[in-house]
């Protein structure tokens, strides 16, 4: 017990006199929770539009309007020829070019159906798939505008329609802020527990420590220990923190409970930093630790179901996933966060990360080596 | 009794393409309370050596005793006996004199005021620096440093693998006289050099070479068994001098040796003409001559 607790007030010392580790783990976090939220916004706004015009219409003109108006479009050109219009797409100013053909409103009156086309720059694949959609609602829109106007009488209603009106529950304004956020801290959390340990071990190899530590009778899990418990803790810190500037900046509250956060988040971490053991007693530099635990985290971070959502990925991807303690922190982060769900609702992702923590962690005991 | 008996290790490194014989068959013994001087060149497999006695590293074959242990079966009873100071500085530079002191008594289990006695003469000369970090310090006195770190638990057998190297003249002759304390404090030291002026100052030496122990002998025995005739000379153009005395008849070896070279001879009645103005001296052998008699030997 005396040797944990001299491992631990030297790893304490090591951690406070390094004034550019303090920053990393205290100040990063909190402009990246700032900064990124704010950037990483799924709703699409400014789609630059090019209509191409051949009707000249008041038909055709109320169905631009109407498209303007709907404040996700920008209207970079407006023009007669199509020509024009797709060289602003070739230029990357338009995203979406909308062609009215000749005729249109004729059509429309006389024969009660007219054509439009809608081209899409899709290089950008979310903002192509979303700018189509949008646009598409608003033609809908528009359609079942005009067909009302012409209704003779209009109390006797001969256009059956179904109106459909949207419950959000759970974050009923959509904002994506209640999502985004605690995610993030997810992945903060993540990259810091798990590089912060793997180079920390690794650093003791370089510098020669290890040597030294290695004739002494040390107990192996004593010195892991040592390892582990101050980036437990300064993980537990770095969420309290999150959850600070989430509160102050964000106004998140979580409706759930903080314990069911902390429960999970004490034993997540516990798996993540296991991850990171695993990683230094393979590597022999700072560099291998650092490039391995980057490609790792490459892979939670695009995987883990924060910027692409898990049911939408292929049934492989998804097996993948299932490996990824990411995308079950991040999980668990939003049942609590919105939901407000309880320890008995997150048991599965619990039971989960702590087989995690447990095969890591044993993995990493095993692996590591007094001696060659 | 014997402290540290090696009988016949064997280590490689590299693949089996690539081998490359670290230690070849290498035996000696280490008697109680005996300075005993691993003497070789850099690459010699010293360190190896050291590691495999530490319990840091396996040897492929033959087997190793350090206090009647085995170091393979009884690595941790060994690992709680012995001091070890690598040949690079390892001690935590972001921690203090104090606090790696104290750091390493804990974890050997033991306290800094239990063994102070031991290192206490050495331990002085650091003390007004107590709470300055350890990569603060100058050469010699992180050298003091790691060597009461590795002293703290009162250890019976101490490795010093090169702990001379990189410090200077004044702070080396300091070094060998704390080690003198220390053995007659009955530690039974193992320590290795690079420097062969440093083997005089051993009770006994093995003479390392390639993974070779040439001879194993106390360094007065080592300079008897030379045998043979040594020349100092000198002159304005060393260069040529060398050269020139190499093709002479009668000269087994010569070779630069401070400000002369040294010319080894056949036997005592060869007798050389010198050319022009050179200063030639008798002069008796050191271990450094022997050393280089022993490569050439062994080379052949």
């Given amino acids: ?50 209509v191409t015009d051949h009707d000249h219409s008041a038909y055709s ?89 012409w209704i003779q009488f209009p109390r006797i209603k001969l256009l059956p329609t179904i109106d459909i009106t949207y419950a959000n529950w759970f974050n009923p304004h959509m904002n994506y802020k209640y999502f985004m956020v605690p995610g993030i801290l997810v992945l903060l959390l993540t990259m810091i527990g798990a590089n912060l340990t793997a180079i920390n071990i690794v650093r003791e190899k370089e510098i020669g420590t290890i040597e030294q530590i290695n004739v002494t009778p040390i107990r192996k899990h004593h010195f892991i220990l040592g390892k582990l418990i101050p980036f437990w803790i300064l993980g537990l810190v770095i ?38 053991l695993l990683v230094s007693t393979y590597a022999a530099t ?87 | 009794m014997e402290k540290i008996q090696v009988n016949g290790i064997v280590k490689t490194y590299g693949s089996k393409q690539k081998k490359l014989t670290a230690l070849d068959h290498v035996s000696f013994t280490v008697k109680e309370g005996e300075l005993f001087g691993l003497i070789g060149p850099d690459g010699a497999g010293k360190t190896s050596l050291f590691r ?59 306290d800094v005021n239990e063994n102070y006695s031991l290192i206490k003469d050495i331990y002085e000369q650091i003390a007004p620096f107590e709470n300055r970090r350890a990569d603060k310090l100058s050469g010699g006195m992180k050298q003091k440093l790691a060597l009461s770190c590795a002293l703290i638990h009162k250890p019976t057998v101490l490795f010093l693998d090169e702990p001379t190297t990189g410090v200077d003249a004044v702070s080396r002759k300091e070094f060998w006289e704390m080690l003198k304390g220390l053995k007659q404090q009955g530690i039974t030291i193992l320590v290795s050099t690079p420097y062969m002026d440093e083997a005089a100052l051993c009770d006994r030496v093995a003479l390392i070479q390639d993974g070779h122990i040439m001879q194993v002998n106390t360094p007065a025995d080592v300079i ?15 260069l040529s001098l060398l050269q020139l005395v190499k093709q002479m008849p009668g000269v087994l070896d010569a070779y630069p040796f401070g400000e002369y070279h040294h010319l080894v001879l056949a036997d005592e009645q060869v007798k050389l003409d010198f050319p022009g103005e050179v200063t030639v001296k008798e002069t008796a052998p050191d271990i450094e001559d022997c050393f280089m008699l022993l490569m050439k030997n062994h080379a052949a």
Avoid: C
């Fill in chain 2, 52 to 110: 495999i006695l530490t319990t840091l590293l396996l040897a492929d074959s033959g087997t190793a005793t350090v206090n009647g242990m085995d170091v393979v079966k009884e690595y941790k009873a060994i690992r709680k006996q012995v001091g070890y100071m690598p040949g690079r500085f390892s001690l935590y530079p972001d921690l203090t004199v104090k606090e790696n002191l104290a750091f390493f008594a804990t974890i050997f289990q033991t």
């Fill in chain 1, 1 to 50: 017990m005396r040797t944990l607790k001299f491992l631990l007030q030297k790893e304490f010392r090591q951690i406070f006199r390094d004034p550019a580790i303090l920053r990393l783990i205290f100040i990063m976090p909190v402009i990246q929770l700032i900064v990124l939220p704010l950037a990483a916004d799924y709703e699409m706004k400014n789609i630059n539009l090019a």
């Fill in chain 2, 224 to 238: 008897n068994g030379f045998g043979k005739k040594i020349l100092a000379v000198k002159s304005s153009d060393m």
């Fill in chain 1, 61 to 149: 003109r109320e169905l631009v309007n109407k498209i303007k108006a709907s404040g996700y479009f920008k209207l970079v050109t407006y023009n007669e020829a199509y020509k024009q219009s797709l060289t602003a797409i070739e230029n990357d100013q338009a995203d979406l070019i909308l062609e009215i053909p000749v005729h249109f409103e004729k059509d429309l009156v006389k024969e009660d159906a007219a054509k439009v086309f809608v081209s899409i720059n899709a290089i950008n694949g979310t903002k192509a798939g979303l700018g189509g959609a949008y646009l598409q609602t608003i033609l809908r829109d528009y359609n079942q505008a005009v067909r009302e106007k």
């Fill in chain 1, 239 to 276: 969420l309290t923190l999150g959850f600070g500037v989430a509160r102050i900046v964000y106004g998140i509250i979580p409706a759930g409970s903080f314990v069911t956060i902390y429960v999970f988040a004490a034993v997540y971490l516990l798996a993540v930093l296991g991850l990171g």
């Fill in chain 1, 286 to 372: 700072q560099q291998q630790a650092m490039l391995v635990s980057f490609f790792i985290m490459m892979i939670f971070i695009l995987m883990g179901g924060l910027y692409t959502s898990i049911d939408s990925m292929p049934e492989w991807a998804k097996w993948i996933t299932r490996f990824n303690p990411v995308s079950y922190f991040i999980d668990v982060m939003r049942m609590v966060v919105l939901k407000g769900s309880g320890l008995t609702d997150i048991s599965r992702q619990l039971g989960i990360i702590a087989l995690f923590a447990v095969v890591l962690n044993t993995w990493a005991i095993l692996s590591y080596r007094k001696r060659s």
